[in-house]
């Protein structure tokens, strides 16, 4: 079998016979009058036209002698064409022979017609290289095995995985339905900085960067929330975002550094009513892409079609975790819980993070329905009002199903003595040693004493809702290129 090497020498071979008949391998235009799939929609009238120009990639070659069947790939659909030699001019057959190869793009011109075996087929009756390949595609039925090496390569995983190309194709068209479900309720869609000199808006490590230009560093975003809120102060009602988030922070099935979320907010809003328009969203996305409210997600039927189950934080804990009061619970009760269920406590300081340590590992393993969590203790959000009621409880909820949390949204704090006092609890965590707090931003409160109305705050995990919908468990698979370790040769 011939090396790598000796495979792209003999194709660069190839390439030079094609410059030495003095014709362009990489030609500028393409004569192209249809895509594959509207030559196959459209085969009974395009069979009336006496030529027409295809362009695509060759994938697969069949026969021999004076009688040869290429399979060509354009991204949209394959479609099969015939060369024979006794059709073509004697140079455009032999150079077929001695210049292309599986994985070459190529322009072919001919008619239509279907074979023996209702196959619809271009007869070619002249071809031109449009591209031609130097390394050789994956093999077709193994393909690339080694995982890493697939989201390395994400092109050839892509090309040669018809099930993959489906699968981003599917989070584009859910993208898409999200944004047409926002536009349609009245929210305007913005734009927020990247570069930011706070990292708020969330309990995140940050990626520092440096701007020569102001001789300051900069975060990269972990949330957009902030400046969101800014707007709403500033007289738009109804906004959202959609945009990468960076988070220097772990990589495993539902994390990486780099990740897609929406932010909204709407004025005059709460939880409660984010709550029925998360719903409504969820809905018109699943039924708008299977035309149907059930999913299968990790062998388990996912039904969005009944109302969503709404639980308390606390209540989940009591019924998975078997904690009698998880509200009065000392740290001591919860380090030994928790130790008990397999987690890891050593750096684990306060009682919010052991509870949510405990909720990840007994709890969320559960829940395969839809499930709206709701009244978490305050000192799990720093930006969520207050329950009314309970002064210890945020008016929040989270949104998981399949195991996997997708949503978080919270009727939005917007008092400013209360988001101070929130602030100064967090800027003592950090000084005792707590990594992932939401520092002060005295910009954001200097916007809220202006006066913000009341809000709803949404926040969407792009990537996680992508899993969910295409049956996929490991968060690479549904990021076009996921943040990978550099390889070294």
Known sequence: MASFDEIRQIRLSKLQILKDKGLNPYPISTHCDVTLKEACDKFEELSKKTELFLAGRVMAVRGQGGLV???????????????????????????????????????????????????KTLQVKSWRMLAKSLRPLPEKWHGLTDTEERFRKRYLDTLMNEEVRNRFAVRSRMITEIRNFYNSRGYLEVETPRLQSVAGGASAEPFVTHSNALGVDFYLTIAQE???????????????????????????????????????????????????????????????????????????TINFEAPFAVITFYDLLRRYALLPSPEKAPMGELTLKAKQLGVTVENIKTREKMLDAIYKKAVRPKLIQPTFIIDYPVEMNPFAKRKEEDPTLIDRFQLVAGTLEFVNAFSELNNPLDQAARYAEQDKQKREGEGEISPSDKVYLEAMEYGMPPNGGIGIGIDRLAMLLTDSHNIREVIFFPMLRPKTE
Request: overall charge negative.
């Open 226 to 300: 902030l400046y969101l809120k800014q707007l709403v102060v500033g007289g738009y009602p109804r906004v959202y975002e959609i945009g990468r988030k960076f988070r220097n922070e772990g990589i495993d099935v539902t994390h990486n550094p780099e990740f897609t979320m929406l932010e909204s907010q709407e004025v005059f809003s709460d939880a409660t009513g984010q709550r029925a328009f998360i719903e409504a969203l969820v809905r018109h996305v699943v039924t708008t892409l299977f035309g149907k409210l059930e999913i299968s997600y990790a062998g388990s």
């Open 69 to 119: 069947f290429v399979d060509l790939f354009d991204g949209t659909a394959t479609f099969q064409a015939l060369l024979k030699k006794d059709e073509l001019a004697a140079d455009d057959f032999s150079l077929w022979s001695e210049t292309v190869d599986i994985g070459d793009i190529v322009e072919i011109n001919g008619t239509l017609f279907t074979t023996k075996r209702s196959e």
